[in-house]
C-alpha cells in the first residue's frame, strides 16, 4: 500500500469520526424541536452535548486540512465545485455555535425561542447537506479534463444525492435520539426511546434505498460487506433500545453510522472524485495526490498529535459522562415557556 492510499484511509477514517461524533450532535438539535416540550427540556438536550460539540467539529477542520495537503486537487475541485452547499454548511456551523453560547444570555423568551429557533435549522440543514455532498461525490460530478467540475448548484440535487441526505438526516435524528436516551432522565429519556423506535425505522426504509442503489451502481465486495454491517447494526441498535439497553443501542447506532459512510469510500476507492463526462478525467488516490516527501512528512506528524488528540477528546467524554435532567438545571431555565 502506498502513502496515497494510506492517507485516502485516513481521511476517511476522519471523515467517519466526524460523522460519529457530529452525527449524534445534529440529531440533538434536531431534537430540541422534535423531542422537548418546553424550555426546561430543550436546555437539557443542549447540555448533553454542551461540553464536546465544538470538540466533535475539530474532526471537520482536520478532515479539511488532511485533503488540503494530501490530495490537493481533491480539495480544489470539490470546494470549488460545491461552493455553495458546502458555504451553506459553513453558514450553519457558525450560527449554530453562537446560538449555543447566547441562547442562555438573556432570561427573555422570545430571545431564547430565537437562538432555538437556530439551533434546530442549523443542525437539520447540515445533516441533509452532507448527505448531499457525499452521495454527489460518490456517485460522481461533471469533471472536465482540466479537473474542474463545470456542472452547476441544481445538478447537485439529483435524486441519488436528494436521497443521500434525506438518509443522513434521517440517521443523523437516530443517533442523536439514542445518545439523548443514554444522557437523560425522566420523561425526555423515555420519550428519548420512543423516539428513536421510529426514527431508527424511517432510517432503514431510507438508507435500504440508498445503499442498494449505491451498491448497485459502483459497489465491490468490500463495500457490500459494509454494507451488511451497516445493516445488521441498525437492527441490533432498534433491538437494543426496545429492550432498554442504551448503552449498547448507541453502540450499535454508532456502528451503523460508521459502517454506512465506510461503505461510500470503499465504493470511491480508487477514485476521489468520479468524472460523468469522461471516466479517465475522474480525480484518484494517485493523480490528486501531493508529492510523496510531503505525505511522509504528514504521516509523522499524524503519528504524534493524533493519540494525543484522541486522549483529549476522550477524556473529555469520561469526565461528562453522568445523566442529565430538568431537576439539575438552575432555577432559572426549568420555567416552562
Partial sequence: MQLHDVWFVLIAVLWIGYFFL????FGIGVLTKLLARNTAERRVLINTIGPVWDGNEVWLLTAGGATFAA??????????????PLLAILVCLIVRGVAFEYRAKRTEERWQRNWEHAVFWTSLLPAFL??????NIVHGVAIDEHKNYVGGVLDLLNPYALLGGLVTLALFTFHGAVFASLKTVGEIRDRARAAARW?????????AGFLAWTQAHQGTGWSLAALLVAVLALAAALAANQLGREGWAFTFSGLTVVAAVAMLFLSLFPDVMPSTLNSSWSLTVENAASSPYTLKLMTVIAAVFTPLVLLYQGWTYW???KRIGVQHLPAVHTADH
Fill in 22 to 25: 457530529e452525527g449524534f450532535d
Fill in 71 to 84: 490530495f490537493p486537487d481533491w480539495y480544489a475541485t470539490l470546494f470549488s465545485g460545491f461552493y455553495l
Fill in 130 to 135: 452532507w448527505g448531499v455532498a457525499f452521495a
Fill in 199 to 207: 426514527l431508527g425505522l424511517a432510517t432503514a426504509v431510507a438508507a
Fill in 319 to 321: 469526565v461528562f459522562r
